[in-house]
Nanobody, 119 residues
Framework: QVHVVESGGGVVQAGGALRLSCAAS?????VGWFRQLPGKEREFVAA????????YYADSVKGRFTVSRDNAKSTVYLQMNSLKPEDTAIYYC???????????????WGQGTQVTVSS
């Protein structure tokens, strides 16, 4: 069993930055970030493998967001720069037991953290 807890959300002005943290106990082959707006489907944002060598991003955040991990602290980070109002959403962290597709088949989910970008 892997427990996943996100933190670091908040309110920021457009063009600003936030760093989200995901504390994930136990080993996870992949950790992904997803986001969801009210009434919309959850969408993939970014993911990282166990070693931290491989990462993958949605086109909408490529070049602005960076995912990293510190396995000694059992924590994955999502650094979000140049934030836009359309980045406003609840952000979820998810952990996967097995190697697989970057944007699906995750086993454990956090409760989410709200990110609001004001214009």
């Amino acid at each position: 069993q892997v427990h996943v807890v996100e933190s670091g959300g908040g309110v920021v002005q457009a063009g600003g930055a936030l760093r989200l943290s995901c504390a994930a106990s136990g080993r996870s082959e992949r950790v992904g970030w997803f986001r969801q707006l009210p009434g919309k489907e959850r969408e993939f944002v970014a993911a990282i493998n166990w070693s931290g060598v491989s990462t993958y991003y949605a086109d909408s955040v490529k070049g602005r967001f960076t995912v990293s991990r510190d396995n000694a602290k059992s924590t994955v980070y999502l650094q979000m720069n140049s934030l836009k109002p359309e980045d406003t959403a609840i952000y979820y962290c998810a952990a996967a037991r097995f190697v697989g597709s970057w944007d699906r088949d995750y086993d454990y989910w956090g409760q989410g953290t709200q990110v609001t970008v004001s214009s």
